[in-house]
């Protein structure tokens, strides 16, 4: 079967009623035996459907690709062949916890031969080696394979879990086997369990044998097997561990360093644990360690290898709370390092930065000489703020920054010294930061302006100081909160908009009248001589709408650098950037244009931009008496409703969308009238269709049109414009699903939504998935036999899914 058929027969087990899911199984065996092998996320009903049906083979191949709730419920079959494929599953998934094999184990019946029949899975336990596969079968009801499991297994786990095994050797194989594990137990060093072996033989010789091998096994237990057996995965939840039971665990068989990083996760772990597995293993106990760890082993010879990992580990303390900024600022060194791992927005911290700079004030020539000497001292953060107040006292010269450097564009996130001095800064006083303002050099007016979060206050400061550079230093990146970006374009200065069109996220229109020198308020601003010559080195293949922007500026400058660098399209958008040039500058200036021979990085020689018509049509504006008119009513002509409707009739299927695509970027209206009377009189062909329904104010009839035109994208990127439609309310659900054609995409189309929406998408999803429910049940009801037909007709079935289920009914009656 192909995907479609697939994803079909999916639909159909997520569609139907129940009772006709039963059916279909039946019905449907081979198709539905391809899909239990090949489709990743089944439906329920299809679940129950095939547990309810008893046959083997489609459950032994619905368990080789179970989620892990039904696993576990096909555990509880108690079937070998389905037990021997949920423990092969089970090796290749990701999952860490035992309970799916534990199932199949526990619901084995140890009368059936076929557990032990040669290929079975006792059979192949017992030639298993990998722990992860035999630590369930400690319990299983087959003595052989708990004295296999014991063997490996049986010195990583605690005495009770050993004791339980015994029990069930007991059960099942009665004292002999006892006597064969104390052999075992013998051989094996006690299985790491002082006495185990003695306990052993007494009780296989007891009467009572059970009662010297009592134990309860208690969740501690449980925890401390798992993160041997399992170290690094995700740790089971809500125990709360008998740490005394624990550190016994460990004097007898230490934990190794990534099992104690799983119990360090965990409320009330003993530090001198914790310090012991970093000392067996720095490097991993620090880089995936997410436990506490106490500030001593961190700054002490534990680590002195390992260096650089330990600021992620203090930054993660800091988070988390279990070390303070007050002790990373007096015990930490460098200075450097411990100032790197304070986050910001932290109350806590802020208070222990102000009172670490507290004996600095708001004296300038301290806070310059702290930033002199960040990088470089070698003692704490404390000691730090100390020499640069002794550094101020003894200097004599006023104070001044140090390498004075200017903004950078785009500006770029403070690193180093600027970094660590632009943290403390922010978490001092106000009194201090204002004191600071004038002393600050370009590229820290930046830092702060665009990755700081000043106050009002210090910010009207920052720019009553540094003026109009402040304003250029914050238009330098394309993620400025929204009001910075409307306050540095109300400015209608010049060289902050360059800044702004080159480095900010603005609208096309705030791009297009920045390009048409058009201020904020009125009046004229000039179009920066910088901006002119970075539009010439756009990267046109991300940004080609940043020159586009400026065919209808009326500008010459920016036309010359525009026409060098795009091609325009349509004659309309030519003669439209034309009438602008001369309304604002006159005849002359279209003139010029015209006979212009050098562009801006277009070889010399080079043909002109505009065609040859364009030309023929400005040589005549020009030679006439009022040519402004000429050209308004060459691009009436050009625009005439009924001359658009047939270029676009006539344009080759491949390249309409396109076509659509460019009159309408250069400023052409699309006649939609005409066009909804031309498709009433002679239908409008499928790609045409098509690509009008791409625009946002397509009118619903086409869009409906649309809807049949095909063939649907088997995902919702094929066909953007259907998410906007419904998400704006000029389709319905009804709508998709009753004129949407042809079929198979569309049944492929609605899976996919259903596999994986996006966020937003979701609401508007919805509705239509349940729509195609309802109609799905409305037709075929019950009958498995319409059911089935549909599917059969819906490989090469042209139509809508309407017609497909209403065929399908049909035939069936």
């Known amino acids: 079967m192909g995907n479609i058929e697939l994803a079909a027969l999916a639909s159909a087990y997520r569609l139907a009623e129940p009772s006709t899911a039963d059916v279909l199984v039946r019905r449907l065996r081979g198709e539905t035996l391809d899909l239990l092998r090949h489709w990743w996320r089944l439906p329920r009903r299809l679940v129950d459907a095939v547990l309810a049906s008893g046959d083997r083979e489609l459950i032994?191949?619905?368990?080789?690709?179970?989620?892990?709730?039904?696993?576990?419920?096909?555990?509880?079959?108690?079937?070998?062949?389905?037990?021997?494929?949920?423990?092969?599953?089970?090796?290749?998934?990701?999952?860490?916890?035992?309970?799916?094999?534990?199932?199949?184990?526990?619901?084995?019946?140890?009368?059936?031969?076929?557990?032990?029949?040669?290929?079975?899975?006792?059979?192949?336990?017992?030639?298993?080696?990998?722990?992860?596969?035999?630590?369930?079968?400690?319990?299983?009801?087959?003595?052989?394979?708990?004295?296999?499991?014991?063997?490996?297994?049986?010195?990583?786990?605690?005495?009770?879990?050993?004791?339980?095994?015994?029990?069930?050797?007991?059960?099942?194989?009665?004292?002999?086997?006892?006597?064969?594990?104390?052999?075992?137990?013998?051989?094996?060093?006690?299985?790491?369990?002082?006495?185990?072996?003695?306990?052993?033989?007494?009780a296989a010789a007891a009467p009572d044998p059970g009662a010297l091998l009592n134990g309860d096994i208690s969740p501690t237990d449980e925890l401390m097997?798992?993160?041997?057996?399992?170290s690094g995965r995700k740790i089971p939840a809500g125990v709360l561990p008998d740490w005394d039971l624990v550190r016994a665990e460990h004097g007898r068989r230490p934990f190794d360093a990534s099992a104690v990083m799983d119990l360090n996760q965990l409320p009330g772990c003993p530090q001198e644990l914790a310090v012991e597995g970093l000392r067996a293993d720095p490097r991993t106990t620090l880089v995936r360690g997410r436990g506490p760890l106490p500030l001593s082993a961190l700054t002490g010879p534990e680590v002195a290898d390992e260096r650089s990992y330990v600021?992620?580990?203090?930054?993660?303390?800091?988070?988390?709370?279990?070390?303070?900024?007050?002790?990373?600022?007096?015990?930490?060194?460098?200075?450097?390092?411990?100032?790197?791992?304070?986050?910001?927005?932290?109350?806590?911290?802020?208070?222990?930065?102000?009172?670490?700079?507290?004996?600095?004030?708001?004296?300038?020539?301290a806070w310059l000489a702290l930033y002199r000497r960040i990088s470089r001292f070698e003692g704490t953060a404390t000691?730090?703020?100390?020499?640069?107040?002794?550094?101020?006292?003894?200097?004599?010269?006023?104070?001044?920054?140090?390498?004075?450097?200017?903004?950078?564009?785009?500006?770029?996130?403070?690193?180093?010294?600027?970094?660590?001095?632009?943290r403390l800064f922010e978490y001092a006083e106000e009194e201090a930061q204002e004191a600071l303002v004038p002393y600050l050099d370009g590229r820290a007016v930046q830092h702060l302006l665009v990755f700081g979060a000043p106050s009002p206050r210090l910010r009207a400061r920052i720019i009553a100081v540094h003026g109009r550079s402040a304003h250029l230093a914050n238009a330098s990146r394309w993620d400025l909160p929204g009001e910075i970006v409307e306050e540095l374009l109300e400015l209608d200065?010049?060289?902050?908009?360059?800044?702004?069109?080159?480095?900010?996220?603005?609208?096309?229109?705030?791009?297009?009248?920045?390009?048409?020198?058009?201020?904020?308020?009125?009046?004229?601003?000039?179009?920066?001589?910088?901006?002119?010559?970075?539009?010439?080195?756009?990267?046109?293949?991300?940004?080609?709408?940043?020159?586009?922007?400026?065919?209808?500026?009326?500008?010459?400058?920016?036309?010359?650098?525009?026409?060098?660098?795009?091609?325009?399209?349509?004659?309309?958008?030519?003669?439209?950037?034309?009438?602008?040039?001369?309304?604002?500058?006159?005849?002359?200036?279209?003139?010029?244009?015209?006979?212009?021979?050098?562009?801006?990085?277009?070889?010399?020689?080079?043909?002109?931009?505009l065609p040859a018509a364009t030309h023929k049509t400005v040589h005549q504006a020009l030679a006439a008496p009022d040519g402004l008119a000429l050209l308004r009513a060459r691009l009436a002509a050009e625009e005439q409703p009924g001359r658009l409707v047939s270029l676009l009739r006539r344009t080759a299927p491949k390249?309409?969308?396109?076509?659509?695509?460019?009159?309408?970027?250069?400023?052409?209206?699309?006649?939609?009238?005409?066009?909804?009377?031309?498709?009433?009189?002679?239908?409008?062909?499928?790609?045409?269709?098509?690509?009008?329904?791409?625009?946002?104010?397509?009118?619903?009839?086409?869009?409906?049109?649309?809807?049949?035109?095909?063939?649907?994208?088997?995902?919702?990127?094929?066909?953007?414009?259907?998410a906007r439609a419904l998400q704006d309310g000029r389709l319905s659900a009804a709508d998709v699903v009753r004129r949407c054609r042809p079929a198979p995409g569309v049944v492929s189309f609605l899976v996919s939504l259903h596999s994986h929406p996006s966020e937003v998408e979701r609401p508007s999803w919805r509705p239509l998935y349940c729509a195609a429910r309802r109609l799905a049940r409305e037709e075929l009801g019950t009958d498995p036999e319409a059911w089935a037909a549909a599917l059969l007709l819906l490989p090469d079935f042209t139509g809508s899914l309407t017609e497909l289920l209403s065929t399908a009914a049909a035939v069936t009656a």
């Open 383 to 422: 000691a730090l703020v100390a020499a640069a107040c002794a550094d101020a006292a003894r200097s004599s010269r006023a104070p001044s920054w140090p390498r004075a450097t200017g903004a950078a564009f785009p500006s770029r996130e403070p690193e180093g010294p600027r970094g660590l001095f632009q």
């Open 225 to 230: 097997y798992f993160v041997r057996l399992h």
């Open 60 to 202: 032994v191949t619905l368990a080789r690709n179970a989620t892990p709730g039904q696993s576990l419920r096909l555990a509880r079959l108690g079937d070998p062949e389905v037990g021997r494929a949920l423990y092969e599953a089970e090796r290749w998934s990701r999952r860490c916890g035992d309970s799916v094999r534990a199932a199949v184990l526990m619901a084995a019946d140890p009368s059936d031969p076929a557990w032990r029949a040669p290929g079975g899975l006792v059979d192949e336990l017992l030639g298993e080696t990998w722990f992860a596969q035999l630590s369930p079968a400690l319990c299983a009801p087959f003595p052989e394979l708990v004295l296999h499991a014991l063997r490996l297994c049986g010195h990583d786990a605690p005495l009770p879990m050993v004791l339980r095994a015994a029990r069930t050797l007991l059960e099942h194989g009665g004292p002999e086997q006892l006597a064969a594990l104390a052999a075992l137990a013998e051989a094996e060093g006690g299985l790491s369990h002082p006495g185990l072996a003695a306990r052993l033989r007494r």
């Open 493 to 609: 200065d010049p060289e902050v908009n360059e800044k702004l069109y080159l480095y900010g996220a603005i609208a096309w229109q705030e791009r297009a009248r920045i390009l048409a020198g058009r201020g904020r308020r009125g009046g004229h601003v000039p179009v920066n001589d910088g901006l002119l010559d970075e539009l010439g080195w756009i990267d046109l293949r991300h940004h080609r709408n940043w020159l586009s922007a400026g065919l209808l500026s009326g500008d010459p400058r920016v036309l010359r650098v525009v026409l060098a660098r795009i091609r325009t399209h349509t004659e309309g958008g030519r003669l439209r950037m034309l009438i602008r040039l001369w309304e604002q500058h006159g005849p002359r200036a279209v003139q010029s244009l015209m006979e212009e021979e050098q562009f801006p990085g277009r070889t010399s020689g080079a043909k002109h931009p």
């Open 655 to 722: 390249s309409v969308a396109e076509r659509v695509r460019h009159l309408a970027d250069e400023g052409t209206t699309l006649p939609w009238p005409q066009l909804l009377q031309a498709h009433a009189d002679e239908p409008l062909s499928a790609d045409l269709l098509c690509a009008l329904a791409q625009r946002d104010d397509c009118p619903r009839p086409l869009l409906l049109d649309a809807l049949g035109a095909g063939p649907v994208d088997g995902d919702a990127d094929g066909m953007p414009w259907l």
């Open 311 to 365: 600021p992620d580990v203090l930054r993660r303390g800091l988070a988390e709370g279990w070390l303070s900024a007050e002790q990373v600022l007096t015990d930490v060194t460098p200075a450097a390092e411990a100032l790197q791992c304070l986050p910001q927005g932290e109350e806590p911290v802020r208070k222990a930065v102000r009172e670490l700079t507290a004996p600095m004030g708001a004296d300038p020539a």
